[in-house]
């Protein structure tokens, strides 16, 4: 059964909308608030995302780039339903990485057509990501290097799966807290650089040169696209 996670404050038509879901087969989980729509989304691990753009305490924008630099959620489809209905508004919240974009009023047969739609379309990322010798599987969460497995925790394997799975792209700090340790951290911007570190001395051949994760003076943290290119077809396992 697929699950979609709903945020819309609108009471009456939430309601509609999660009844012929449910009717139709998905499972539904939800929100009439922004707040805490990233962390409901973490914790629910929603198949789509249908999102209000005008929220009472929150940007659905926001909330959708949010979603689209998050490790785990990423790749999630999301539907923007809105009443913003200028061309400027479509083309942004497509931009923003929206999948479609449905404007009130609307049909709820259409919704659920352009939801299947997106299922029938959705391409589920690759389950092994391989840099050099470095190899990444997404589904085991395990990581080998040279075909060894290296032992990583949680927090180090959800950060090195973002970092790989988006190579030469440059994160500040912040970005990567909001991505990989959620909104609502107790932490601070320098527990990226001591997980940098730990990373580096599990998976670097020198530390203190690395070949992956490389410094950005200024600026943050990214993953050598280069090494991503000199990635083998294939990797034995031991």
Not at 1 to 29: C, R, T
Not at 121 to 138: M, W
Not at 167 to 192: F, K, M
């Amino acid at each position: 059964m697929k699950k979609i996670v709903l945020i819309e404050d609108d009471s009456d038509l939430f309601a509609l909308v999660k009844y012929n879901l449910e009717k139709d087969g998905f499972a539904v989980a939800g929100s009439q608030t922004g707040k805490g729509a990233l962390e409901l989304c973490r914790r629910e691990r929603p198949d789509l995302i249908i999102l209000d753009i005008m929220l009472p305490d929150s940007d659905g924008l926001e909330i959708c780039k949010g979603l689209r630099g998050h490790s785990e959620l990423g790749h999630v489809p999301i539907i923007f339903l809105t009443a913003r209905v200028s061309e400027t508004d479509r083309i942004l919240g497509l931009e923003l990485g929206a999948n479609d974009y449905i404007v009130k009023p609307f049909f709820i047969r259409e919704l659920i057509a352009r939801i299947k739609n997106q299922f029938r379309t959705q391409a589920a990322p690759a389950r092994t990501i391989r840099a050099g010798a470095l190899e990444l599987d997404r589904a085991s969460c395990r990581v080998l290097l040279r075909g060894i497995e290296i032992a990583l925790t949680a927090t180090e394997f959800r950060l090195l799966e973002f970092l790989m799975s988006r190579p030469g792209v440059v994160y500040s700090r912040e970005q990567l807290l909001d991505s990989v340790w959620g909104h609502d951290r107790a932490v601070t911007d320098r527990t990226v650089d001591v997980y940098i570190l730990r990373l580096r001395q599990k998976i670097e051949p020198d530390p203190a040169n690395p070949a992956f994760i490389r410094a950005v003076r200024g600026f943050g943290y990214s993953f050598n696209e280069n090494s991503m290119e000199a990635a083998p077809r294939s990797s034995a396992v031991v």
